[in-house]
């Protein structure tokens, strides 16, 4: 799991700043939304090796009444959502009354904090610090957020609070020696069923947990139904992944002798009764889990429409590269002419993920239930299969010969050979000349040649180019 990192302060401290520099970290922007709620804004970045999630709050004046209100409820929500908190201060301004309220709330948490002085930009780092010593928070950090001093430092001293644990490796990396045919392409008809059938690839594709399945949708689409209804009668386990109200609660069971593991971001059997003193919807937990997920079920719900939320949601499943099922919910009870109106709008709305299947269910009544399972498995597999570098290579030829690459400066871009270089979703790496200056439109060209070729549903594809050798 991603570490969480939330941003508290009053305004004008350089959160946004801070948070802008945080997610857009020279070394990789590895996705950046906002908006998901209106008053926090989340998004991930990665500076060295880690990846984390970071949340910027609004400001907390200090003019409200009292700590609760003064702690306006979104700030105290991501605080209680993040792994830590980094309290921003103001060198330039100095301590305020507002700092101190913040302050005194935040010795009230266990929360890992850091205090950030921010604006050291020109003026000494330690005078500037010594002035809010009087905090109580051990862990004072300097920074100038606008230039980017320190910000690098200031992570990585953050970050050595979570160890990256063993086990997080991709379902890739952990099966990147099953790929050694990278560079020399075999040949012959014989080596590509090979490759692609190698069933100690497929049973280490199938860890313990068999395919997880993370069920997301904002609140009330109807993800608790759903994921009783997925479940039926079965007797499951459940787990809580890490036992925060925070994490989501992984149900593995089978089905038809296939191992899933459904990730609930709903809760619903959460095991005993945890206080919830979070919000039942959390964004950091429904983005955990489509980062943890092979495969996204995204619960919209009929009777609303398609609203921003979604969208965003939909955004961030689509950054991460997971497969995903779309599932309309609610579909009892609606007249023809509605399902029409909404059918056409999804159509209208959701063509940047139309590699995705649409169900029509209710998860109340049952219908259209069992499906699904269908487009996981589907989805699973085109997330997963690790095609040959002689398929994939003959697959360029053929579509290079079909559609040139245009001539740059009079001279042709020249693709050679393909493999693949990552799973879930499939990595297709092109090598060859040029490759800069391929067009987005010859680009998308390829992406639908494999797609179609390989017959993958479910999974988006990306396309990465090399140039050389
Ligand atoms: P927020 O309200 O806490 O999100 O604060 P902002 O990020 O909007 O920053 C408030 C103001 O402080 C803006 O004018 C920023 O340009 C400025 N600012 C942010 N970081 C720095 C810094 O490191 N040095 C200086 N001198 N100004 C900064
Ligand atoms: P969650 O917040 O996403 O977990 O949503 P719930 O599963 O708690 O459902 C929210 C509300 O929608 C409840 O009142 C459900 O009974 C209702 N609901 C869920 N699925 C359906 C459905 O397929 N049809 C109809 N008509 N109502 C549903």
């Keep these: 799991m991603n570490p969480v990192i939330a941003l508290v302060g009053r305004p004008n401290v350089g959160k946004s700043t801070l948070f802008n520099r945080l997610t857009r970290s020279r070394d990789a922007l590895v996705a950046n939304y906002s908006g998901l709620t209106r008053d926090r804004q989340y998004g991930e970045g990665r500076l060295g090796e880690r990846d984390y ?7 907390i004046s200090g003019n409200e009444e009292g700590i609760d209100a003064a702690m306006a409820q979104q700030s105290l929500q991501a605080i209680e959502e993040a792994d830590a908190v980094l309290f921003l201060v103001d060198a330039r301004v100095g301590l305020t009354a507002a700092d101190e309220m913040i302050g005194q709330h935040l010795r009230t948490r266990n929360k890992p904090t850091f205090l950030i002085v921010n604006k050291i930009d020109g003026i000494d780092d330690d005078v500037a610090k010594s002035e809010f010593y009087q905090l109580g928070i051990a862990e004072t950090v300097g920074i100038a957020a606008a230039h980017g001093r320190n910000v690098r430092g200031m992570i990585n001293q953050v970050m050595e609070l979570f160890p990256r644990p063993e086990t997080e490796t991709s379902l890739f990396e952990s099966e990147e020696a099953l790929l050694t045919d990278g560079l020399d392409i075999p040949t012959g008809e014989g080596s590509i069923e090979l490759a692609e059938q190698s069933t100690s690839a497929k049973s280490q594709l199938e860890s313990e947990h068999g395919t997880k399945v993370a069920i997301v949708g904002r609140p009330n689409v109807g993800k608790s139904t759903l994921v009783n209804r997925l479940l039926g009668e079965e007797r499951v386990v459940v787990y809580d992944h890490a036992g925060t109200t925070r994490d989501s609660v992984y149900i593995p069971f089978e089905r038809n002798e296939q191992r899933y593991t459904l990730i609930d971001t709903a809760g619903v059997r959460r095991r005993g009764r945890v206080a919830e003193s979070i919000e039942k919807f959390s964004v950091v937990k429904t983005l955990q889990a489509i980062r943890d997920a092979n495969v996204v079920i995204l619960v919209l719900d ?12 939909l955004g961030f499943v689509i950054e991460t590269g997971r497969a995903l099922v779309i599932a309309v919910n609610k579909w009892d ?45 589907e989805a699973y597999k085109a997330a997963t299969t690790r095609w040959s570098s002689n398929r994939l290579t003959r697959l360029l030829e053929d579509a290079v010969a079909e559609h040139q690459p245009p001539l740059v400066n009079g001279h042709r871009i020249k693709l050679r050979y393909a493999h693949l ?11 060859g000349n040029q490759t800069a200056a391929v067009p987005q439109t010859y680009q998308r060209y390829l992406e639908n040649t494999f797609r179609r070729e390989l017959k993958i549903v479910g999974s988006p594809i990306q396309i990465e180019f090399r140039t050389g050798e």
């Design 302 to 313: 009929a009777r609303t429409g398609l609203v921003e939320q979604d969208l965003h949601l």
């Design 421 to 431: 270089g990552g799973l879930n979703p499939p990595l297709v790496v092109i090598h």
């Design 53 to 59: 999630i970071v949340i910027d709050t609004g400001g």
């Design 333 to 377: 009870g609606l007249e023809q002419r509605v399902k029409q109106d909404i059918k056409d709008e999804l159509e209208y709305r959701l063509g940047f993920a139309n590699f995705a299947r649409i169900h029509f269910i209710s998860a109340l009544h049952g219908s259209g239930v069992g499906n699904l399972y269908e487009s996981v498995n």
